[in-house]
């Protein structure tokens, strides 16, 4: 008795199986390069470029997002989550940075440019620990063999918490990084030019 070919429908499930498979491979370690670069700045290491390594990190974070809501829904067999078990301890991370960002923690943000144009108020140490929990739960799937599921939750929390938190501290870290290079007093910049052509 010979082995039944698969269908072309067969394979074709196939296939896309396997390509979520390697989006969660991928996604699984763009999710620990985030959560170990944070740790790291939270820790007080690299103090002095702190503001543009989170810039990068987050930077590489949301193209890892936009490939999860540039793909298909994905939908799970089981109708709910296991239970990962407990969540992990974000206090240390959250004072870490609530210390490092101390005077540039706190910014003006928008409720949804699209629906609610109000504006609020947003916090840098609390997106990043929002991200970072939110990576942390799907890390917690992944690590348990559960891939798609870990998927599943890295694209439905992309959509409707960390893509956003992400998108918004990209653009305060962008700002930042702007107003440090930028906002110099013009005395001191003549200075620094003349020393350059003169030394």
């Not at 140490?125 to 063999?145: C, F, K, T």
């Not at 929390?157 to 906002?183: E, F």
């Amino acid at each position: 008795m010979t082995d039944r070919a698969p269908t072309a429908a067969e394979q074709h499930a196939r296939e896309e199986q396997q390509e979520l498979l390697l989006l969660a491979a991928d996604s699984a370690r763009d999710a620990r390069t985030y959560l170990g670069t944070v740790r790291q700045v939270a820790s007080g290491a690299a103090a002095d470029t702190a503001i543009p390594v989170l810039l990068l990190a987050t930077s590489q974070l949301l193209l890892a997002g936009s490939r999860l809501g540039a793909i298909q829904d994905i939908v799970l067999v089981e109708r709910y989550e296991p239970d990962p078990g407990p969540d992990p301890d974000l206090d240390p991370l959250l004072d870490g940075l609530a210390n490092l960002l101390e005077g540039l923690d706190d910014y003006a943000d928008v409720v949804d440019p699209v629906t609610a144009a109000e504006l609020t108020r947003g916090s840098l140490s609390n997106d990043i620990v929002e991200i970072a929990a939110a990576l942390s739960h799907g890390l917690e799937h992944y690590d348990a063999g559960r891939h798609i599921e870990a998927l599943w939750w890295w694209q439905f929390s992309y959509l409707s918490t960390w893509g956003d938190r992400a998108a918004s501290s990209l653009r305060v870290l962008q700002s930042v990084l702007a107003h440090l290079r930028l906002d110099v007093d013009e005395e001191i910049v003549g200075e620094a030019e003349f020393d350059a052509l003169h030394p």
